[in-house]
T-cell receptor, first 113, second 111 residues
């Protein structure tokens, strides 16, 4: 069964600090992996996409990594801001069929002043 | 530049009542999806539509029906609401392998 596991479940950090969120998946066959940010009361918004051949990709203060061999991804947030407080969801896509997205349960990040 | 628009944003139903959640996208996407999001769980696919005129069941379709009215609109219907359907519902759309764009969500409470 395709699964996406995220850790930690929740995290509190001080403003200005860095943090790393983890995502392990067993989805097969693998097409791509996205990290989404979901603010409270809003729909998820894509931060970055990782394909099989990519190891690292940055989007501003967000840097995602992918190890396709170990089926692990991480999202590193640098110099956190209060607006980074949100749920971060790892989503893995297979390349077979249309109902192909497997969602993690998310990591709830709270950035404290 | 609306993207994906869902209505209503909030709804309270009594057990056994029916209602339709509306979703429209203006990005000319072929694929549209309905998900539900419950505390402590990831988004779960209820139904999806790969293209206009087609719909397929997702992971949790029981108690729901959908209609792909045209390329823009994809509605979700609860014929006889149950407390277990209390959830936040998200509509999404995408094209091919591109990212899915989500609506703002509908918070539904069934009492």
């Amino acid at each position: 069964k395709n699964q996406v596991e995220q850790s930690p479940q929740s995290l509190i950090i001080l403003e200005g600090k860095n943090c790393t969120l983890q995502c392990n998946y067993t989805v097969s066959p693998f097409s791509n992996l996205r990290w989404y940010k979901q603010d409270t009361g809003r729909g998820p918004v894509s931060l970055t996409i990782m394909t099989f051949s990519e190891n690292t990709k940055s989007n501003g203060r967000y840097t995602a990594t992918l190890d396709a061999d170990t089926k692990q991804s991480s999202l590193h947030i640098t110099a956190s801001q209060l607006s980074d407080s949100a749920s971060y969801i790892c989503v893995v896509r297979t390349n077979s069929g249309y109902s192909t997205l497997t969602f993690g349960k998310g990591t709830m990040l709270l950035v404290s002043p | 530049n609306a993207g994906v628009t869902q209505t209503p944003k909030f709804q309270v139903l009594k057990t056994g009542q029916s209602m339709t959640l509306q979703c429209a996208q203006d990005m000319n996407h072929n694929s549209m999806y309905w998900y539900r999001q419950d505390p402590g769980m990831g988004l779960r696919l209820i139904y999806y539509s790969a293209s206009e005129g087609t719909t397929d069941k997702g992971e949790v379709p029981n108690g729901y029906n959908v209609s792909r009215l045209n390329k823009r609109e994809f509605s979700l219907r609860l014929e006889s609401a149950a407390p277990s359907q209390t959830s936040v519902y998200f509509c999404a759309s995408n094209q091919g392998n591109t990212e899915a764009f989500f609506g703002q969500g509908t918070r539904l409470t069934v009492v």
